[in-house]
């Protein structure tokens, strides 16, 4: 099942208590002080990794936990430092702070930030020493790590993201072009989660079906359109099988403009598909002639068409490069 959010309590590290110690000298009750400093709390870190279905393995995960500082000991020897925690979570993650609203966006392989500090050590009866107090009982015990409530909100990134309205045909083109095994069926919602796949090294995003009212969170909602938002480029299906193409078509792009206007002015290819229900070729040049009046890129596919097939690849490799 893909995950494409999370809710976790974490806290870091608290930091290791400092000691009280004293040099073993002969023929002195008590030498100097030599109690070491605890060892700081570690830090809790996200790292981005390449792998979106990382979420689904802390889909039972609620709590995140750093490892404390160790204390201090004798001969002013200080405490281990705790181990920093990292938490893997995929590219396109949104990390929100539930209580202090701060958010970081993880947007590359490697991507390392910094969610909750550790507690620093507390110092051992050696720093307190002075020339007046040369032999300190005072030692401080670590700090606490710091602790939040966090959201992972997963905006997929892709080269391209497939859209349309249900029954447009992305999940057969997405299985038909790269190697994914997407669920495929003759009714709507047939995808209930996005599906990726590898088209020649670039990533193909298929956006489950949206439909009219899908950004006030109608059908499938917003659910699926913030997916949309990290796509670089947009292959908007429209089934022939549509009495009115151009409505389906400028549905689609209501939707997004209502969701965010900035999908609007994302690079974008039209693919008429399932062309083998129009007998007649001529009606299907009109049906392009028109949407080559809005200035769109034009491909039409039947997957029954090795040739249409063909040349529709061919075209996505092109605008691609």
Same mark, same amino acid.
């Given at each position: 099942?893909?995950?494409?959010?999370?809710?976790?309590?974490?806290?870091?590290?608290?930091?290791?208590?400092?000691?009280?110690?004293?040099?073993?000298?002969?023929?002195?009750?008590?030498?100097?002080?030599?109690?070491?400093?605890?060892?700081?709390?570690?830090?809790?870190?996200?790292?981005?990794?390449?792998?979106?279905?990382?979420?689904?393995?802390?889909?039972?995960?609620?709590?995140?936990?750093?490892?404390?500082?160790?204390?201090?000991?004798?001969?002013?020897?200080?405490?281990?430092?705790?181990?920093?925690?990292?938490?893997?979570?995929?590219?396109?993650?949104?990390?929100?702070?539930?209580?202090?609203?701060?958010?970081?966006?993880?947007?590359?392989?490697?991507?390392?930030?910094?969610?909750?500090?550790?507690?620093?050590?507390?110092?051992?009866?050696?720093?307190?020493?002075?020339?007046? $107090?040369?032999? %300190?009982?005072? @030692?401080? /015990?670590?700090?606490?790590? !710091?602790? *939040?409530?966090?959201?992972?909100? +997963?905006?997929?990134?892709?080269?391209?993201?497939?859209?349309?309205?249900?029954?447009?045909?992305?999940?057969?083109?997405?299985?038909?072009?790269?190697?994914?095994?997407?669920?495929?069926?003759?009714?709507?919602f047939t995808t209930l989660d996005p599906n990726l796949g590898d088209f020649h090294g670039h990533?193909?995003?298929?956006?489950?079906?949206?439909?009219?009212?899908?950004?006030?969170?109608?059908?499938?909602?917003?659910?699926?359109?913030?997916?949309?938002?990290?796509?670089?480029?947009?292959?908007?299906?429209?089934?022939?099988? $549509?009495?009115? %193409?151009?409505? @389906?078509? /400028?549905?689609?792009?209501? !939707?997004? *403009?209502?969701?965010?206007?900035? +999908?609007?002015?994302?690079?974008?290819?039209?693919?008429?598909?399932?062309?083998?229900?129009?007998?007649?070729?001529?009606?299907?040049?009109?049906?392009?002639?028109?949407?080559?009046?809005?200035?769109?890129?034009?491909?039409?596919l039947s997957l029954y068409d090795d040739k249409s097939l063909k040349q529709l690849i061919d075209g996505l490799i092109k605008?691609?490069?």
């Amino acid at each position: 099942m893909f995950i494409d959010e999370i809710k976790f309590f974490a806290k870091a590290g608290r930091g290791g208590d400092g000691v009280v110690r004293w040099r073993r000298e002969k023929f002195i009750d008590k030498g100097g002080p030599n109690g070491g400093d605890g060892g700081r709390g570690g830090d809790i870190y996200a790292v981005a990794v390449q792998d979106i279905h990382i979420l689904s393995r802390y889909k039972h995960k609620k709590e995140w936990r750093g490892n404390d500082g160790e204390e201090g000991a004798g001969g002013s020897r200080h405490g281990k430092d705790g181990e920093d925690l990292i938490i893997e979570l995929p590219i396109g993650s949104i990390i929100t702070n539930i209580e202090s609203g701060a958010s970081v966006s993880l947007e590359e392989v490697g991507q390392k930030e910094l969610l909750l500090k550790g507690g620093v050590g507390g110092y051992g009866n050696e720093q307190f020493k002075t020339s007046i $107090n040369t032999t %300190p009982t005072t @030692a401080t /015990k670590g700090k606490t790590g !710091e602790e *939040g409530n966090f959201k992972v909100e +997963l905006e997929l990134f892709a080269e391209i993201g497939l859209i349309g309205l249900p029954n447009a045909g992305k999940s057969s083109l997405l299985n038909a072009i790269t190697n994914a095994d997407a669920k495929i069926g003759s009714y709507q919602f047939t995808t209930l989660d996005p599906n990726l796949g590898d088209f020649h090294g670039h990533i193909i995003a298929d956006i489950p079906g949206l439909i009219e009212g899908a950004s006030k969170g109608k059908g499938l909602g917003i659910k699926f359109l913030k997916h949309v938002k990290r796509t670089r480029m947009l292959a908007h299906l429209v089934s022939l099988e $549509n009495e009115n %193409p151009m409505k @389906a078509y /400028k549905e689609i792009r209501k !939707e997004l *403009g209502a969701y965010d206007k900035t +999908l609007l002015e994302k690079k974008e290819v039209v693919v008429l598909t399932k062309t083998d229900v129009i007998d007649d070729p001529k009606k299907i040049e009109k049906i392009k002639k028109e949407f080559e009046k809005n200035g769109s890129t034009i491909l039409t596919l039947s997957l029954y068409d090795d040739k249409s097939l063909k040349q529709l690849i061919d075209g996505l490799i092109k605008m691609l490069r």
